[in-house]
């Protein structure tokens, strides 16, 4: 009997290390919630290059401020300036080139001074979206 346990237990092993037993779903790191696999965004939110009739945006994973991640959603129709809401993928109701932060439609702005600028009474501020794969560098800023 002992015998046959040696001969199993090799084989128990080798089918506990596959990959469908880790972590299904997203990976939490202090609070940026990050994909497991992280390759970087699948598109620009700068030059919204990426999407073919989207918009690149901030797509919140969940209700906690700052867990999501950057991709490809349906425009809205919410201009800059005014109140905004998320849906339950966590796409927002802002046109291309905004996000929703904190209620109201923002828009996306580069935090090196290139493409998105902010006009003359709003500045390119990091917040806490924008941040991939747990970097302390965001992608892009929003105008504040």
């Known amino acids: 009997m002992m015998h046959l346990m040696w001969r199993l237990t090799p084989i128990v092993m080798a089918i506990g290390c596959g990959s469908s037993g880790g972590p299904s779903g997203p990976i939490v790191d ?6 497991a696999g ?19 945006s901030w797509v919140a994973d969940d209700t906690e401020l700052g867990h999501g991640h950057v991709g490809c959603v349906f425009a809205g129709a919410t201009p800059q300036g005014l109140p ?6 966590g796409a927002d109701t802002c046109v291309s080139g905004t996000t929703c932060h ?9 935090l ?11 500045t ?3 917040t806490e979206l924008f941040h991939m794969c747990a970097s302390a560098t965001a992608l892009a800023g929003i105008c504040l």
């Open 84 to 89: 905004c809401t998320r849906d339950t993928f």
């Open 112 to 122: 090196q001074g290139g493409a998105g600028g902010c006009g003359a009474q709003l």
């Open 30 to 35: 202090a609070a940026i919630k990050i994909d």
């Open 102 to 110: 904190l209620g109201q439609c923002r828009t996306i702005c580069d």
């Open 124 to 126: 390119c501020q990091a």
């Open 38 to 56: 992280c390759g970087g965004p699948a598109c620009n939110v700068l030059t919204q290059e990426g999407c073919t009739n989207r918009k690149c």
